[in-house]
C-alpha cells in the first residue's frame, strides 16, 4: 500500500517531466528541416539497434556552434543573466526593509499584510506588466507627472529599455523576494536582536550583526525563487524591453514562433538550463554547509 | 561585602510608581522597589504575574506606562536597551546561534582592542569553567555550557546589575541545584547586583537576600527569606513559600506579649501578629506537635489522622479535626508516628503561627 | 524604527499596487486615449461585454483552470503522500527533483520541451494537451503546500486512531484528509490561478481551436495600450483580491495558518 504510493506521480513525472526535457536535449542535437516534425534526424523506434545507431552518427552540436559563435546569442545569455542579477540585488535591498516591516508588524496584523503582498501575485501576471506600458510610455503617467512637477522638460524613454525591463522584473518578482525573508524572520527568535541591544548593539549594528546573517537562508531562497526564472523571462522583456533588449526566453520564443528553427530553440532551452541548475547546486551546497555546525 | 543590606531610598536601582499596560492588560502597576549595591534580589511569582516584564522594563525592551527608573542616580527610563549599564541572561539565552562561543561573550566587547577582549574573554571562561570551549559553537554544548555561556556573555560588559530571567528554569533538577550554589558563590565574588525571576520558591530561598513576591502585578511582599515565610503579608504569599494551614477566626484582644487571642471554629486560639477584626492564622505543618493524648501543652486540638505519607525524613500526615477541616502535620518520621484513623492531639507553639489580616 | 517601518511597508505596498490601481481608475476614463482623464464612463465594460472572442477564450482558460486543477491536486497530493510516507524508495532523489523541476525552471523551457513531447508522440495540440501542461506546473505546487502541511501534522493523532482499531484507509479519510483538507483547498486554488494566468506555456501546448485568455489578452496588448483591457483586469481584479481577502479571513478566524 505504502509502497505503491509513489507510482502513479512518478509516471506522471516521467512523461511530462523528464521525457520532455530529454527530447529537448535530443532534439537541440538535430538539424532543422521543412518537415513535420520540423526537425532531423527523427528516431525511428521500429528499425532497433540499428535505427538508434543511425540516429547516433546523425547528432550534431551544429546548434550550440552557432549559439557560441553568433555574438546574439552571446549577448542575449550575458544581458539575461546580468539584468536577472541586478534585478535580483535591488529586490534583496528593497525587499529586505519590507520583509522586516512585516516581521516586526503587529501580530494581528501580519496575516493581512501577507495577504496584501499576495493579492497582486494572484492577478494576471501579464496585465500588471501590461499596466506598466501606460506608466512608463513617453506620453505616459509617470513622465507627465514629472513634467508637472518641472522635474524634467522632456518626457523620459524608459519604456522599450533595459531600465524598463529592470523595474518590470523587480515590480513582478517583489513577493518571491519578501515573502521567504519574512518567512525566515517572524521564525527568528525575538530575544536574539534584544540580547544584542542589551549587550550594547545599536539598531545598526544588531541589523547587520544578528539579523540579516541569522535572515542568510530567507535571502538566498528568495534570490534563487527570482533569479532563476527571471533568466528565462519572457513577458517583460517583450512587454517592456526595446528590440536591443535581448533575453534568452526571448530568443527562444522567436527562434520557436518566427523562425519556425525548433533544434535551435531546444539549443537555447538547454542554454538556459544549464545556466539555472548552476546557481540551484550551489545554493543547495550553502545550504549543506549553512547546516553543518547543527550535526 | 554586603550580604544583609538595609534597604534604604538611596539604592544603586531604583523603580519609583512603575506600571505597564498591554491595551486592556495591566503587567505591571504601581510598584516601587530598590536595589542596594551588591544585593542578590529574587522575583518570585507564578507566570503572568508581570515579574518577566518588569524585568524587561529595567533591560529598557519595554516602555513604562507610568513611574521612573533610575540607576546610581541617572534617570534611564527612556534609555534604549543598549545605552544601560545593566545586562540579561535570558531565558531561553538567547545566543547567537552563527557565533562562536567566543564571538558571543566578545559581542559586548566592541571598541576595546582585539588582544584585551581576547584576554576578557578567555577570563570568563575561565569564570563559568568553560576553558578551551571559545571555538565551539553553542549548538554544540549541553544545556548546562549553554547556560554558563550566557552568563559569561551576560557578565562580559560588568554590569551594575545583571538580570537573569528563569536562569537554571531549563536545566534539571540535580545540575540546577549543584548550579543555585556556584551562581551564589560567582555574585558574592563579583560584588554585582543580581536580579533574578523564578517562580520557584525553594530556589528563591536558596539564592536570595531578599525575596520580592509578585502577584497580578504588584509587588505584594519583599523581605528576607525568614520573614516572607515566616510573617508572610497574604495567604498567597504564605501559600506561594510552603505549605501553611489557613485557619479563620476573628480578634478578640491582645496579651501583653502581643499574641493576639482569636476566636476560630476549634475554639479560642492565639497567633502573632498585628492584625484586628477579622483574620487568618498561617500555622506551617512543621510547627505542629502530635500526640496520642492530651500533653498538657496549650492548645490541645483533638482530630483524627485520615491519610498518611511517608516522605523518608518525614511524614506527612492529614488530619481531620473538630469542625470538619482538614489539617496538614509534618512529623520527624519514626516507629511511633500513628497510623490512618487514629486519635490524636495537636498543639502548636502560639508564637509560631501568624496572624494575618482576613481580606488578603 | 517604527516609523522606518511604516515608511517601508507604505512605498513597498504602494509600488506593489500603484500599477493595478491606475488601470482600475483608467478603465472607468470615457476617453480612449491612456494619459487622458475624459470622465467618467463605464463605456469600456459595454465594449468588453461585447467582445465574442474574448468571452470564448475566457470559458476555454476557466475549463482548463478547473480541469487541471484538479488533476494537478490529486497527483500532487499523493507525492507529497510519497515523500512524507512513502518512506525510502529507489529514485527518491530524482523522484524529488521532478517535483520540484517545473516550479523553477522557466516557462519558455516547460513549454517548448512539452511541446516537442507532444509533437513527438503525434497528439494533437488542443485542450487536452493544455491540461496536462498546467497539471504538471501546479503539480509541484501543490506537493509543496500540502507536503508543508504533512510535516507539520502531529503523527500521534494517527497513531491514536490506528490503536483505535482504524484501519490504514480509515485512518487516512477520518484523521488526515480532514487535517490536510485546507493546504489542499489552498493548493487546489494556486494550481487554478497559476492555470489561468499562464500566457507562455499555453502558447506552446495549445492548438488553433484552444486560445486561451491570456493569449487574447497578450495579442491584444503587444497592439498597445487599450481600455477595453484595463476594464478586463479591473474585474480580474476585484474578483481575485475579493477570494484572496476571503479566504484570509476564514482561515484567520479558524486559526489556521
Redesign the interface.
Known amino acids: 500500500m505504502r509502497r505503491l504510493l509513489p507510482v502513479l506521480p512518478a509516471l506522471w513525472l516521467a512523461a511530462f517531466v523528464l521525457m520532455p526535457v530529454i527530447l529537448t536535449l535530443k532534439i537541440s542535437l538535430s538539424t532543422p528541416a521543412t518537415a513535420q516534425p520540423p526537425y532531423l534526424p527523427v528516431l525511428d523506434w521500429s528499425a532497433g539497434i540499428e535505427g538508434w545507431d543511425s540516429f547516433l552518427e546523425a547528432l550534431d552540436f551544429t546548434n550550440f556552434e552557432t549559439l557560441a559563435s553568433d555574438a546574439l546569442y552571446r549577448d542575449a545569455a550575458l544581458s539575461s543573466v546580468t539584468l536577472a542579477a541586478i534585478a535580483t540585488a535591488i529586490l534583496a535591498l528593497i525587499g529586505t526593509p519590507i520583509a522586516l516591516a512585516m516581521a516586526r508588524a503587529r501580530e494581528r496584523w501580519q496575516p493581512l499584510l501577507v495577504a496584501l503582498l499576495i493579492v497582486p501575485f494572484w492577478t494576471s501576471f501579464l496585465i500588471r506588466i501590461y499596466a506598466w506600458i501606460a506608466i512608463l510610455k513617453p506620453e505616459g503617467l509617470l513622465s507627465a507627472g514629472l513634467m508637472k512637477l518641472g522635474l524634467i522638460a522632456q518626457p523620459l524613454e524608459i519604456l522599450n529599455t533595459q531600465g524598463a525591463v529592470l523595474i518590470g522584473l523587480t515590480y513582478a518578482y517583489l513577493p518571491f523576494m519578501v515573502l521567504p525573508l519574512y518567512a525566515v524572520l517572524t521564525k527568528l527568535d525575538p530575544r536574539l536582536p534584544e540580547a544584542a541591544a542589551d549587550l550594547g548593539a545599536g539598531p545598526a549594528r544588531v541589523f547587520w550583526s544578528v539579523t540579516l546573517p541569522l535572515a542568510r537562508p530567507g535571502l538566498a531562497a528568495g534570490a534563487l525563487l527570482c533569479f532563476v526564472p527571471m533568466v528565462g523571462e519572457f513577458i517583460i522583456p517583450d512587454l517592456l524591453g526595446g528590440s536591443d533588449t535581448l533575453m534568452l526566453g526571448r530568443v527562444l520564443w522567436s527562434e520557436f514562433f518566427s523562425n519556425r528553427d525548433w533544434p535551435l530553440a531546444s539549443a537555447v532551452a538547454i542554454l538556459v538550463l544549464v545556466l539555472v541548475v548552476g546557481p540551484l547546486i550551489l545554493f543547495r551546497d550553502g545550504e549543506a554547509t549553512a547546516k553543518e555546525p547543527s550535526r | 561585602m554586603a550580604s544583609t543590606p538595609v534597604p534604604g531610598p538611596a539604592g544603586l536601582l531604583t523603580c519609583a510608581g512603575l506600571g505597564k499596560r498591554f491595551g486592556t492588560h495591566v503587567a505591571v502597576a504601581d510598584l516601587d522597589l530598590t536595589l542596594q549595591p551588591g544585593e542578590f534580589v529574587c522575583l518570585l511569582g507564578p507566570s503572568g504575574c508581570g515579574k518577566s516584564t518588569l524585568l524587561r522594563l529595567i533591560a529598557g525592551f519595554e516602555t513604562p506606562s507610568a513611574g521612573t527608573i533610575h540607576l546610581g542616580g541617572a534617570d534611564i527610563t527612556m534609555d534604549p536597551p543598549h545605552r544601560r549599564p545593566v545586562n540579561m541572561m535570558f531565558q531561553s539565552y538567547a545566543l547567537f546561534p552563527h557565533m562562536s562561543v567566543a564571538a558571543n561573550i566578545a559581542y559586548g566587547l566592541s571598541g576595546l582592542g582585539r588582544a584585551v577582549r581576547q584576554a576578557r574573554v578567555d577570563e570568563l571562561l575561565r569564570l563559568v569553567r568553560l576553558d578551551g570551549f571559545g571555538p565551539r559553537r553553542p549548538d554544540t554544548l549541553s544545556g548546562g555550557q549553554r547556560q554558563r555561556v550566557a552568563l559569561a556573555r551576560a557578565l562580559a560588559r560588568s554590569p551594575q546589575v545583571l538580570l537573569l530571567d528563569e536562569p537554571l528554569g531549563a536545566l534539571d533538577r540535580a545540575l540546577r541545584e549543584e548550579t543555585q550554589g556556584e551562581l551564589r558563590a560567582l555574585q558574592r565574588r563579583l560584588g554585582t547586583s543580581f536580579i533574578v525571576v523564578t517562580h520557584d520558591p525553594a530556589e528563591a530561598l536558596a539564592l536570595a537576600d531578599r525575596i520580592g513576591v509578585m502577584e497580578a502585578g504588584r509587588l505584594v511582599q519583599i523581605g528576607d527569606g525568614a520573614s516572607l515565610y515566616e510573617r508572610p503579608a497574604s495567604r498567597f504569599v504564605a501559600g506561594l513559600l510552603g505549605d501553611v494551614n489557613l485557619i479563620p477566626g476573628r480578634v478578640l484582644g491582645r496579651e501583653p506579649g502581643g499574641l493576639a487571642g482569636l476566636d476560630t471554629a476549634l475554639g479560642p486560639l492565639r497567633a502573632l501578629g498585628a492584625a484586628d477584626g477579622e483574620g487568618v492564622i498561617a500555622l506551617r505543618p512543621e510547627r505542629i506537635a502530635l500526640a496520642r493524648a492530651p500533653s498538657g501543652d496549650e492548645p490541645a486540638l483533638p482530630g483524627q489522622v485520615v491519610e498518611t505519607t511517608y516522605l523518608g525524613d518525614r511524614i506527612r500526615l492529614h488530619v481531620r479535626m473538630a469542625d470538619g477541616s482538614v489539617w496538614r502535620v509534618s512529623a520527624p518520621a519514626d516507629a511511633e508516628s500513628p497510623g490512618v484513623g487514629e486519635s490524636v492531639h495537636l498543639s502548636y507553639p502560639p508564637e509560631r503561627a501568624w496572624l494575618m489580616p482576613a481580606a488578603t | 524604527?517604527r516609523a522606518?517601518?511604516?515608511i517601508?511597508?507604505i512605498l513597498?505596498?504602494g509600488?506593489?499596487?500603484?500599477?493595478?490601481l491606475?488601470?482600475v481608475i483608467?478603465s472607468f476614463n470615457a476617453s480612449a486615449l491612456?494619459?487622458v482623464w475624459g470622465g467618467f464612463s463605464t463605456r469600456w465594460y459595454g465594449v468588453l461585454v461585447a467582445d465574442v472572442p474574448l468571452r470564448e477564450a475566457a470559458g476555454v482558460s476557466l475549463i482548463v483552470a478547473l480541469a487541471s486543477s484538479a488533476l494537478a491536486t490529486m497527483?500532487?497530493t499523493?507525492?507529497a503522500?510519497?515523500l512524507d510516507?512513502?518512506?525510502r524508495?529507489a529514485?527518491?532523489r530524482?523522484?524529488t527533483g521532478?517535483?520540484y523541476?517545473?516550479l523553477?525552471?522557466?516557462?519558455?523551457?516547460?513549454g517548448?520541451?512539452?511541446l516537442?513531447?507532444f509533437?513527438?508522440f503525434g497528439l494533437d495540440r488542443g485542450l487536452l494537451t493544455l491540461v496536462?501542461?498546467h497539471?504538471?506546473l501546479g503539480?509541484g505546487f501543490v506537493?509543496v503546500i500540502v507536503g508543508a502541511r504533512l510535516r507539520g501534522l502531529d503523527r500521534s493523532l494517527e497513531e491514536a486512531a490506528a490503536d483505535l482499531g482504524a484501519n490504514?484507509a480509515r485512518v487516512f479519510a477520518t484523521v488526515t484528509l480532514p487535517l490536510i483538507a485546507p493546504s489542499l483547498a489552498a493548493a487546489f486554488l494556486l494550481a487554478f490561478?497559476l492555470s489561468?494566468?499562464d500566457?507562455?506555456i499555453a502558447?506552446?501546448v495549445s492548438g488553433p481551436g484552444a486560445t486561451t485568455l491570456?493569449m487574447r489578452?497578450?495579442s491584444q496588448?503587444?497592439l498597445?495600450?487599450n481600455p477595453e483591457?484595463n476594464a478586463?483586469?479591473t474585474l480580474?481584479?476585484g474578483t481575485?483580491?475579493a477570494?484572496?481577502?476571503t479566504a484570509?479571513w476564514l482561515t484567520?478566524r479558524r486559526g489556521v495558518a
Open positions: 524604527m522606518l517601518d511604516r517601508a511597508l513597498g505596498l509600488f506593489l499596487y500603484a500599477p493595478i491606475i488601470l483608467y491612456v494619459t497527483f500532487g499523493l507525492a503522500l510519497a510516507r512513502g518512506g524508495f529514485g527518491r530524482l523522484f521532478l517535483i523541476a517545473p523553477v525552471m522557466p516557462e519558455v523551457i516547460t517548448l520541451s512539452l516537442l513531447l509533437v513527438g496536462v501542461a497539471a504538471t503539480l506537493a490504514p490561478t489561468l494566468d500566457l507562455v502558447s506552446f491570456p489578452l497578450y496588448v503587444r498597445g495600450v483591457i478586463a483586469s480580474l481584479v481575485v483580491t477570494i484572496v481577502l484570509s484567520g
